[in-house]
């Protein structure tokens, strides 16, 4: 390798956290003006080796080398000082602020600020980057492509030519994807460096020029593009050969399990978060949610499971009108919700109780009397350990204490012990590595198979068409399409998400266009 | 720029409970040391002042029952803020509801007397538990509703219950016998607490409620939908918990206890009403709910021994004439050194020396 | 007319303990940390800037020791929070019980002492040239001493630093989101500190003008739960400085009104009429919360420790 061109190297690598190991003797080198992909399983380090790159973490040994010089990063400020930009998969964005603000945040500014002159220089960095973006526009107002594009610009701003992308496809649509690869090759043209981590194949071999695997935090090889395929690519990534395609077991269709109708609702600022959905899941199906992060979904589990106001419309199952009943009431009626919010905890777990504690959270109310029981809780604990294969001390150990997938599996495996007739779970695969996301869609497809109605919430697009049986587009609230997932693509998902395509409203032009939604 | 060592906190694996109770142990024993160059500050020996302070508190039969008399308040009023605590909901509204107790209490004990002195006391028991936990309630209820900040909520109505009181004992209650001061009238005999052992019943009262409060927060379903709601509000949510009416029925509970505490002292410690009825107590018994991490044995302990430290503190106060503040000090240090001893528990500190090296060296 | 210049005078004067300690606890929390011990840092700052005062017979020195000692009680609570991540309420409510204390223990010997005659006379009313001759607001607004005048000023250079300044748009962010902060290459923990201790030393302040001009003397106790009404006047003034003004001089009012009420010869008694602050506050609170919107709202981090390496 050519010394000059090592714009980046990292050497032998260490770095853990308590007694988890994140990095173990890791390397990497990065040249300027190439894509180099970051590959990995969740879990296996990537964003560890960046935040590090970043200096949000320290490293506990090995050193980094920034054009053939070593560095030492005490804090994040370090690391923009040497040229680095990172692009964090949640972005670390001010609401309050305006595009603006968070571009100077934290800059070398004058004490008082001077608002107009800042503002020319942004539009014209804008111009010259072919960044869309509009410099007096509130964070909160703005779409997740938006952000994005603030975050991208942000970096430039600060004189980054090494830009990290952490995981940045997660929440775009198939379009704008197209559009930040379009960004990160202008990028390249310009001479910056671009790392980009993700776990996806298909995107590697699109955009990438290198790729580096990393493997349960050590790195496994850096191969070239043009020398390998995706399945070699997975085989480095898993560690022995595998087949990634999803299973999608054919069922007989057979009744409806949950009718939705005229569903709407307002959220507590009075704006319609539900528009008027009509729907309904066959028992043994799986109908599959796409949209944009924010449309709705949150809104419409809740909704069913009576945790959020429905403010017109009729959810019927077995004959009976859920709306107006309490979340107990449905939930013993053998509705079932589980929703992985971005922290993963919070939602369904008490990340400081046990295993035991949690399971009695969906067994205790059907117990008689004001005394809790927590044998029968213990039982299934145990089941559930084993049924789900969950990696913990003992079922008296804290919830928080497990590892990220052994969470989900817990909270996964409670909502399947309850026998549900209808399953609504969101982002169930929310932060998993490989293997563990496999358990979760054999898991769905069991429930299928015995008859479950499930609804399915999720981000990447691909696992929702080759998983679900049909998928329902929504963008703002409101249904564009439900559609077959056998014979569709992701570019028609990726239009009705955005509201260019209504399926509902054939024939009307959409009132919606791509920066109008948030 | 490369500073030659560097300190970095590292979160532990999770700690063993020896270790942990050592460390906080560890901080008592700090919480002393500072206290005694305060009071080495004072021109006084501080083995000295300890020692008489244990005297104070245990060195005769009298002052033994005295402590107890002071440890029952503490011990009821921070089993009630700590059913609270544990849901996160940071009410400091203890004293506004002692007094709201006691003056419930009062008003049976001077006005509706002429019943049987056991059908009198539990009349005054229940008033008070009903005026102290209704007290509660308000705040409560407008936590409940709109999310409104309960801890300042709580310290104002402390102002009104106490202005309240006040205004009782200055104006329509104020004892005409009592020679132009402002005072109550002592309560009739029927309406003060027997003692038991020597000590007024009361500390039977608190031994059952901290067994009793055990039960509650360990193995009964409200004491759980308590625990859920304190560590994760969505979670309690999505688990259909009725937050509203459990957080409701918390604190009307909480407010209960402290309204009960409000009665045992005005019947069986201060034998009227007063605006001293208090004692800060409601104050107090944050700290110890605090210091004893919630569990309710604990608490037993704790309290103990904090009323040891008042009544010791209120010794040497006569001994050496260290003013009453200095126990408000002590109380002060104990509680931030332990709070700042939490960090030890959960983290631990790595100190790394950085080598320099040779820039560029690297590359192969 | 005569009777309403004098009265909102006086509601002003009152008042200004109330805006140094809103206004410091504005500046804590838009750091994102909620330091519930006000009333612990004004005692402390009343009964030291009172000892300084009274041994110097010097107004400076008097107004620096209590800022000294506010953000002395306010480094405890930093340090507390910020390095060693405890609970914000609890450390804040210590620092409440302990700064009472304190203020007891070392003012023990003071109290009853009125403030010497060097200062009352420097603390008194001044009537600025030309302002202070406009009929009615210049009677009102700029007849005050030089005090009041401090406080005008304090809001709104702090709202200027707030809402003008570079260095106030990182606090914000702060308070709003520390993890996004950081990245921008803030120093989260330096400001933490500097802002709480700031904080601590406006509270100090407020301490300061009640004992050596509002009252002017050394009273147990002598803030009567000011601190605590200065906590619930941060929500009421959305956390801005320039409202913390009118939020302040309002409660001011309150604070006076019984004594207004009775020279009227309207019978109330003085016990309800002294329930009055805390009865509006407590109004004030409900109808904040009640409506709710996301520009009003608080710093979002406001009560949360933050730690870098969390995970």
């Keep these: 390798m050519i010394m000059e061109n090592n714009y980046i190297s990292m050497k032998n690598i260490n770095k853990s956290f308590g007694k988890v190991v994140a990095n173990r003797n890791v390397n990497l080198s990065v040249s300027q003006g190439e894509i180099h992909a970051l590959l990995g399983e969740n879990g296996s380090g990537k964003s560890t080796l960046m935040n590090m790159l970043s200096g949000v973490y320290t490293p506990d040994s090995g050193s980094i080398f920034i054009k053939g010089e070593e560095v030492q990063f005490a804090a994040p400020k370090d690391a923009i000082k040497a040229g680095i930009g990172m692009i964090y998969q949640h972005f670390k964005l001010i609401d309050v602020l305006t595009a603006k603000e968070n571009i100077i945040l934290g800059q070398k500014n004058s004490f008082f600020l001077n608002e107009k002159a800042l503002s020319e220089k942004i539009r014209e960095m804008t111009v010259r980057f072919g960044l869309d973006i509009d410099p007096d526009k509130k964070v909160y107002n703005m779409s997740v492509g938006e952000k994005q594009t603030l975050e991208i610009l942000k970096v430039l701003y600060r004189g980054a030519e090494i830009l990290i992308l952490d995981e940045p496809t997660a929440v775009l649509t198939p379009q704008e994807t197209e559009k930040l690869f379009k960004i990160m090759r202008k990028m390249k043209e310009e001479g910056c460096a671009v790392i980009f981590i993700t776990h996806k194949m298909n995107e590697v071999m699109e955009v990438a020029d290198r790729i580096t695997v990393l493997r349960k935090g050590e790195t496994v090889k850096t191969v070239e593009k043009s020398a390998t395929n995706p399945k070699h690519l997975a085989e480095l990534m898993m560690g022995c050969p595998v087949d990634l395609s999803i299973k999608r077991i ?155 997938g052994n969470i989900q599996k817990v909270l996964l495996g409670r909502e399947l012990d309850s026998k549900p007739q209808v399953l609504i779970t969101a982002y169930p695969v929310r932060g998993l590595d490989v293997n563990s996301c496999y358990t979760i869609y054999d898991l769905l497809n069991e429930e299928k198979q015995k008859g479950v109605a499930v609804l399915y919430i999720g981000e990447d697009l691909d696992v929702l068409l080759e998983l679900c049986d049909r998928i329902m587009v929504i963008c703002a ?30 024939g009307e032009k959409s009132e919606y266009d791509n920066a109008n939604y948030n | 720029m490369i500073m030659p060592i560097t300190i970095r906190a590292i979160k532990k694996s999770e700690p063993g409970r020896m270790k942990a109770a050592l460390i906080r142990i560890g901080a008592m024993i700090l919480a002393l040391a500072a206290s ?29 029952k005295e402590t107890i008399v002071k440890t029952i308040p503490l011990v009821i009023t921070s089993l009630g803020i700590g059913i609270a605590f544990k849901m996160q909901f940071w009410n400091i509204g203890g004293e506004g509801q002692i007094a709201m107790g006691a003056f419930a209490a009062s008003y049976f004990a001077l006005y509706m007397n002429d019943m ?99 039960i509650f927060i360990n193995h009964t379903k409200k004491g759980y939908e308590i625990a859920v709601i304190g560590e994760s509000i969505n979670t309690a949510r999505y688990a259909g918990i009725n937050i509203k009416k459990t957080i409701l029925i918390a604190i009307m509970l909480r407010g209960g206890l402290c309204g009960l505490v409000g009665m045992i002292q005005a019947s069986a410690v201060n034998y009227t009403l007063s605006v001293e009825i208090t004692g800060g107590v409601g104050y107090t018994a944050i700290i110890t709910a605090w210091l004893a991490a919630l569990s309710a044995p604990l608490i037993l302990i704790v309290s103990f021994l904090f009323a040891a430290l008042l009544e010791g503190g209120s010794y040497i106060q006569t001994v050496f004439g260290i003013p009453q503040s200095a126990a408000e000090i002590l109380q002060g240090l104990i509680l931030f050194f332990v709070l700042g001893s939490e960090f030890f528990v959960r983290y631990k500190f790595v100190f790394a020396i950085k080598h320099p090296t040779t820039a560029g060296k690297g590359a192969s | 007319m005569e009777a309403a210049v004098s009265f909102l005078h006086a509601a002003i004067v009152a008042g200004t303990p109330l805006l140094f300690a809103t206004l410091g606890e504005i500046i804590t929390e838009r750091s994102g940390n ?41 480094l405890i609570y930093a340090f507390l929070t910020i390095t060693l991540r405890a609970n914000q309420i609890v450390s804040g409510l210590t620092l409440t019980i302990f700064g009472s204390g304190f203020a007891d223990f070392v003012g023990q010997d003071l109290i009853g002492q009125i403030a010497p005659e060097k200062l009352r006379m420097f603390f ?61 290459g803030i120093n989260v923990t330096l400001y933490k500190y500097f802002h709480t201790l700031l904080g601590g030393a406006l509270c100090g302040l407020g301490g300061a003008y009640l004992s050596l001009v509002y009252v002017p003397a050394l009273q147990e106790g002598v803030t009567a739960g000011r601190g605590w009404i200065a906590v619930a006047l941060v929500i009421f003034a959305t956390w801005n400085p320039y409202k913390a003004i009118f939020g302040a001089y309002l409660f001011g009012g309150l604070d006076i009104i019984g004594f207004r009420i009775q020279n009227l010869g309207i019978n109330v008694s003085q016990y309800f009429i002294d329930m009055l602050p805390y009865l509006v506050t407590i109004t004030v609170l409900v109808v904040v919360s009640m409506r709710k919107s996301r520009e009003k709202a608080g710093p979002k981090a406001c009560g949360i420790p933050y730690f870098r390496e969390e995970r």
Excluded at chain 3, 44 to 64: D, K, Y
Aim: net charge neutral.
């Design chain 1, 477 to 506: 609230g409101e249904i564009t399409g439900i559609v077959d997932a056998r014979d569709t693509t992701k570019e028609t998902i990726g239009l009705m998400m955005t509201g260019a395509v209504n399926l509902n409203r054939e």
């Design chain 3, 34 to 74: 909620l330091n519930l011990g006000v009333e612990g840092m004004m005692l402390m700052g009343a009964v030291i800037g009172f000892m300084v005062g009274l041994a110097t017979e010097s107004a400076v020195l008097a107004l620096l020791a209590a800022m000294i000692a506010g953000a002395g009680g306010a």
């Design chain 1, 250 to 404: 054919e069922t007989e269709k057979s009744k409806v399990a949950i009718e939705v109708r005229n569903l709407s609702a307002v959220n507590v600022e009075g704006v319609e978060v539900l528009k008027g959905m009509n729907f309904e899941i066959y028992s043994g199906e799986i109908l599959g949610v796409a949209g944009i992060a924010g449309s709705g979904q949150k809104e419409l589990c809740e909704a069913i499971v009576g945790l959020h106001p429905v403010k017109q419309g009729e959810i019927i199952f077995n004959g009976e009108n859920l709306v107006g009943k309490s979340p107990a009431e449905i939930i013993t009626k053998g509705i079932s919700l589980s929703f992985i919010p971005e922290d993963r905890l919070g939602m369904g777990l008490v990340a400081s109780m046990d295993i035991v504690n949690n399971v009695v959270l969906k067994l205790y109310q059907k117990q008689k009397g004001i005394f809790i029981n927590r044998k029968p809780a213990e039982q299934k604990s145990m089941e559930i350990i084993e049924r789900l294969s969950i990696q913990t001390p003992g079922i008296k150990h804290p919830v928080r204490m497990l590892s990220g």
């Design chain 2, 116 to 214: 049987p002195k056991p059908v009198l006391l539990l009349v005054m028991i229940l008033a008070s538990m009903l005026a102290g936990g209704l007290w509660a309630l308000i705040p409560a209820f407008f936590k409940a509703q709109w999310g409104t900040n309960e801890t300042i909520v709580t310290l104002m109505m402390n102002y009104i219950a106490l202005k309240w009181v006040m205004f009782l004992q200055y104006g329509p209650w104020r004892d005409p016998n009592s020679l132009g001061f402002p005072k109550i009238a002592n309560f009739p005999e029927n309406a003060v607490l027997p003692k038991l052992l020597g000590v007024h019943i009361g500390w039977v009262f608190a031994l059952i409620l901290v067994v009793a409060v055990y």
């Design chain 2, 36 to 64: 005694s160059l305060f009071i080495l500050l004072l021109r006084l020996n501080p083995i000295d002042v300890y020692l008489k302070m244990v005297q104070g508190a245990f060195g005769t039969a009298y002052r033994v």
């Design chain 3, 124 to 184: 008194r009313p001044y009537s600025l040239p030309v302002l202070g001759d406009i009929p009615f607001i210049g009677q009102v607004l700029f007849r005050q001493d030089v005090f009041v005048y401090l406080g005008y000023l304090t809001a709104i250079l702090l709202g200027i630093y707030l809402f003008k300044t570079s260095v106030g748009m990182n606090l914000r962010s702060i308070g709003e989101n520390p993890g996004a902060a950081d990245a921008a």
